[in-house]
């Protein structure tokens, strides 16, 4: 009931002063992300500063190196005992959990084509966390407040990785059986092993030299535009044709649905400001890029999974910019 009231008194208020002052606090903060992603397939389709060979390269260096950097970075440098919200995490965790089960259970059950199933459950639960999560909580509310962000990326990304697989084996021909493997490599993940170094340092008070911490820190301001340039530079608008219909299911369920589900959840939780942003952009951000590489991988749909992430990369700017707005307005994020 607070909850429809908070919706009604926002919602009152858009035509007054600070609903315009809101439209802009929000644009300032999305707009840099959408202006990054346009500059990356620009340079990447109209130049020859750049190609999708230069994005693959680049997309390793910060997946291995600047991603992690900021993670460390971001959660070394805060209180973790005090800071991180164990309540969330669980909370993040579980849900997930949940909705990858009732996926599996009713999505082979509206989808037909056996190699399309495994495309649409991971597409709607898998999400590109690891950059948009942190990217939109930094830029509200500034690198000191990223800490919840940064930890629930090192718990959700093993497991949309892990999950991802699942789906795809049961759902799809599967190649790889291996399940020690896939195992070792999601423990290897470089940044899931930064969060956890982050953490250890946090929880010891370890402080690093100077020199040491200057050059993490320049490395993690790398992550965010580079990111950014990457994925729109890898995006291909020639391959989007064909399963339409489908992929506009799909993606109203992800940007929409979940998150007008689970946000009022989190708020009647009790969260606010950066907490609840971090959190509900675990439930709103677009579909993994690995989605695509995996599926093709598994022998599955890749043209649908390809259409899923460019669609849901350029669509969730808007999700993203009309959610924040609408809980600003409602007082929920300062």
């Not at 919602?11 to 959408?34: D, H, Q, R, V, W």
């Not at 690198?143 to 699942?166: G, K």
């Not at 010891?204 to 301001?221: R, S």
């Amino acid at each position: 009931m607070n909850f429809i009231l908070c919706i009604g008194s926002g919602l009152s208020g858009l035509g007054k002063g600070y609903g315009m002052e809101n439209l802009i606090f929000t644009f300032n903060a999305i707009a840099p992300l959408f202006f990054l992603m346009v500059l990356g397939y620009v340079l990447v389709n109209y130049t020859r500063l750049a190609d999708r060979a230069l994005c693959k390269k680049a997309n390793a260096l910060v997946f291995n190196v600047f991603l992690p950097c900021m993670l460390f970075k971001n959660v070394s440098q805060s209180n973790i005992s005090e800071q991180v919200p164990v309540k969330l995490c669980v909370f993040a965790a579980g849900s997930l959990l949940v909705l990858f089960v009732l996926l599996c259970l009713f999505v082979p059950r509206i989808i037909r084509k056996e190699n399309q199933q495994g495309v649409v459950i991971q597409a709607i639960f898998r999400s590109n966390y690891v950059i948009f999560g942190v990217a939109v909580v930094e830029n509200m509310y500034g690198a000191e407040h990223t800490v919840t962000a940064a930890v629930l990326s090192a718990i959700l990304v093993p497991m949309y990785n892990f999950l991802a697989v699942l789906a795809l084996s049961m759902f799809g021909e599967k190649r790889e059986h291996d399940w020690g493997k896939i195992i070792r490599n999601i423990l290897k993940n470089p940044l899931i092993l930064a969060s956890l170094l982050g953490i250890f340092c946090s929880l010891l008070h370890v402080k690093l030299p100077t020199a040491v911490k200057t050059t993490v820190a320049d490395l993690a301001k790398l992550a965010t535009p580079i990111a950014f340039l990457i994925l729109g530079g890898d995006m291909d608008f020639s391959k989007v044709k064909g399963n339409l219909k489908l992929a506009g299911g799909v993606l109203f369920v992800k940007l929409v649905a979940l998150p007008a589900l689970m946000i009022p959840i989190l708020v009647l939780m009790g969260y606010r400001d950066s907490e609840l942003l971090a959190a509900a952009l675990a439930y709103q951000t677009p579909v993994a890029v690995s989605s695509y590489i995996m599926a093709q991988q598994a022998g599955a749909d890749d043209q649908l999974a390809g259409q899923l992430v460019v669609f849901s990369s350029a669509l969730s700017i808007v999700t993203l910019f009309v959610t924040i707005f609408l809980l600003r307005e409602m007082g929920m994020l300062a």
